[in-house]
């Protein structure tokens, strides 16, 4: 086994400072490089977007409510919103930098341009390093690298699938390079695209403009943030006991639930919207007011572009667009490793293989990591400092990888999976509390349930029923912390908090034991009515 001691760290987002803290934790010695003078990475907002850089619109909101995307021994003030604005967010992730002291192991305004194996890679597993700082280049020896660069980072502008684009004479531009809805008012604008950038931007813009259309390929079912009674979705939906029934269900039943979940809020059929495939469980898109525009006729969905003309789209149904100014693509981010050779985390038929989304299957030495690429319908945050926590066990050989073909195999399971679950796409998705547990198992920290019914059964309920939020993760095993079963018991009070701003009467909290018992009771019921006919 080789001794893994220094670090590189490419990129000081949240997955670069979950990497940083948990190389401090191993006893490594870890050295971050960022490109821009920040950390924080996609949260820190600039207004203008710079190559190589993710980039954000100044009303940009969280998805996840802040008691699940916080780091898992370090919630945020219970003051918070629940839902944060991107300025919120990145002042969390730089209180977090500053009181875990990781600002001494970053290096900033360093590109990191090319990432090698050294020459004697099979006994070292070493890397060698070049990055450029102020012109000057440098080269260093690094035992393991953990790259943390994201995925939104470079932008997909499928000019090719549009014919005629390039003899429209209107102005066009990637969703990167929308930074707020002024320059548009009174204009007649087409977006392209139905994910959360697409909808955030027609929604913003439907107030000023003229008119807006969003142009869809395939639907999407749209989530608002409010969820059932008023609570956050997220607190609701990702629990381990919904997460049990999704795997233990015939995936007919499971797929009617899914449906009929996603159009309680509002039929889909209705609004343009509903997806080709309405059971693949694609990351649905947050919007709480994209319905509400829609029934305003200040925005209407159309389908897949046919062609441009000069002046007009022409759609896949035969309808037209006329004389529109702007053509916005919110068509997302391809994700590219610039300074590393393509073949190793393509390693086949280029596409992204590698084990649990973090470890390139055919190395000869486990010593490069991919932090925070997989996307799953959890937050970010707890999944990188999960992901990194069993990174480093491997790099520090306390925890050991199964052989190539035994990561190979699960790889392809995986994508079976992912196809029949979540559809054909690029990007890594996967269920969340099943990965994290996955993760969690492998360093000894998976929450241990039946255990803590028998000894902590108030806990235990709310980790089983309740939300299934990141303190579990740092709950038992190595690297817990004394204040997670603390966090967890109060974390309805943290979400409630920021909203009881004219306090009344009591405070109400979801019930989902109690729910369940309604739900089991029915077919009680109903036997017994039956019974009773007879």
Known sequence: ATMVKRVAIIGAGVSGLASIRCCLEEGLEPTCFE????????????????????????????????????????????????????????????????KKNLFRYIQFETLVTSIKKCPNFLITGQWEIVSEKDEKQESTIFDAVM???????????????????????????????????????????????????????????????????ISTRSGSWVMSRVWDDGYPWDMLYVTRFASFLRNALPSFVSDWLYVKKMNKWFKHENYGLMPLNSTLRKEPVFNDELPSRILCGTVSIKPNVKEFTETSAVFEDGTVFEAIDYVIFATGYGYAYPFLDDSIIKSRNNEVTLFKGIFPPF??????????????????????????????????????????????????????????????????????????????????AKPNIPWLFLTDPQLALEVYFGPCSPYQFRLMGPGKWDGARNAILTQWDRTLKPTRTRAVSEAKRPQPFYNLLKILLFPVLLLAALLAFH
């Open 35 to 98: 490109r821009s003078n920040e950390v924080g990475g996609l949260w820190e907002f600039s207004d203008h977007s710079e190559e190589g850089r993710a980039s954000i619109y100044k009303s940009v909101f969280t998805n996840s409510s802040k008691e699940m995307m916080c780091f898992p021994d370090f919630p945020y003030p219970d003051d918070y919103p629940n839902y944060m604005h991107q300025s919120k967010v990145q002042d969390y992730i730089k209180t977090f930098a500053q």
């Open 363 to 444: 190395l000869e030495k486990p010593t490069l990591a991919v932090i925070g690429l997989v996307q799953s319908l959890g937050a970010a945050i707890p999944t990188a400092d999960l992901q990194a926590r069993w990174a480093v066990k491997v790099f520090a050989n306390s925890c050991t990888l199964p052989t190539t073909n035994e990561m190979m195999d699960d790889i392809e399971e995986k994508m079976g999976k992912k196809l029949k679950w979540f559809g054909q796409s690029q990007t890594l998705q996967t269920d969340y509390i099943t990965y994290m547990d996955e993760l969690g198992s492998f360093i000894g």
């Open 147 to 213: 790259i943390c660069s994201g995925h939104h980072v470079y932008p997909n502008l499928p000019t090719d699938s549009f014919p005629g684009l390039d003899r429209f004479q209107g102005y066009y531009l990637h969703s990167r390079d929308y930074k707020g809805p002024e320059v548009y008012q009174g204009k007649r604008v087409l977006v392209i695209g139905l994910g959360n950038s697409g909808c955030d931007i027609a929604v913003e813009l439907s107030r000023l403009v003229t008119q807006v259309i």
